[in-house]
């Protein structure tokens, strides 16, 4: 991880409430969002008639539509940042200075995780591999699709909400509340688990674990694109439910807590450990890097 940290200081002149504005940027994001989703999706299928769900969908037909509704959010999101919160767009966290590194690091925590969970399920013949196919399509569709699913993700949880909230209270509550709203938008996912709930919380204080030192996006991004790509494109795992084309085909013999069943890697209680030493490296690497989570108390959260 990089230890250089430039950031950009720059204080918050908005006099709307930062809950009002989070509140105000979701439904705006979900809204515009969806609405562009539709309509590529109404482009795609020709007619009313033939839309289908997104469980019905190739991993291309998801491409174009989530990259359309990336852009209606990201519309909603940068004209909040510029107009309500009056600050820069690179402020959420898209220098590059000093940070290459960090989308490294992001890769190696989504592989490591990945991989280490995958061996010990297989070892403990808790998973078996019955097909190896690769279909190029599908990878590299599958690829740019989780590109998209970062971005989005990332710009919206961190990059604004997580980044308003650090203005107005602790660094720590603020990752604690970001992670929990960061839950919530996913907790109508199919076959969600109560340690799938678990983990998506702690996948969101994994996400904002080094953003509250660097207020930089690289690191969620790569760790978000890489952890979904790996689990969903390469391993047969569901992603938070949804099931996608990989490389790996895998026979899962009983379906339990141990192995997520049908939410996915994400499900387990072994994601659960192995997330969670994670975070504890990246906490134990910046305090002793002296590094201080950040906080600028400019604006009232009400």
Request: hydrophobic residues 45%.
């Amino acid at each position: 991880m990089s230890d250089e940290n430039p950031i950009v200081r720059e204080e918050a002149k908005s006099n709307i409430p930062v809950a009002i504005r989070i509140i105000l940027v979701i439904l705006g994001t979900l809204f515009i969002g969806g609405l562009f989703s539709f309509i590529a999706s109404l482009i795609i299928s020709g007619s009313l008639d033939s839309l289908h769900q997104t469980q019905e969908m190739n991993l291309r037909e998801l491409f174009f539509t989530q990259g359309a509704g990336l852009i209606g959010a990201l519309a909603v999101i940068f004209f909040f940042r510029k107009n309500i919160d009056k600050r820069s767009i690179s402020s959420m966290g898209f220098s590059i200075k000093g940070k290459s590194k960090d989308l490294l690091w992001g890769l190696l925590s989504a592989t490591g995780i990945m991989l280490v969970g995958t061996g010990i399920l297989y070892i403990n013949n808790s998973i078996s591999i019955t097909s190896i196919h690769f279909d190029t399509s599908d990878f590299i569709y599958g690829f740019l699709l989780f590109i998209i699913v970062a971005l989005n993700e990332e710009i919206l949880c961190r990059g604004y909400i997580l980044n308003n909230l650090m203005d107005s209270t602790n660094p720590y509550w603020s990752l604690i509340i970001s992670s929990t709203i960061f839950t919530l938008g996913h907790s109508f996912n199919d076959n969600l688990s109560l340690f799938g709930i678990t983990n998506l919380f702690i996948a969101g204080i994994l996400l904002g674990s080094t953003y509250i030192y660097t207020r930089n996006l690289w690191f969620p991004i790569s760790l978000h694109l890489f952890w979904n790509f790996i689990q969903g494109c390469v391993f047969d795992y569901n992603v938070s439910g949804l099931n996608v084309s990989s490389v790996f085909k895998f026979n899962i013999l009983i379906k339990n807590s141990f192995n997520g069943g049908d939410f996915g890697f994400e499900g387990s209680w072994l994601c659960t450990l192995l997330s969670s030493i994670t975070i504890l490296v990246i906490i134990y690497y910046y305090k002793r890097q002296n590094t201080p989570a950040i906080r600028r108390q400019k604006a009232p959260l009400m």
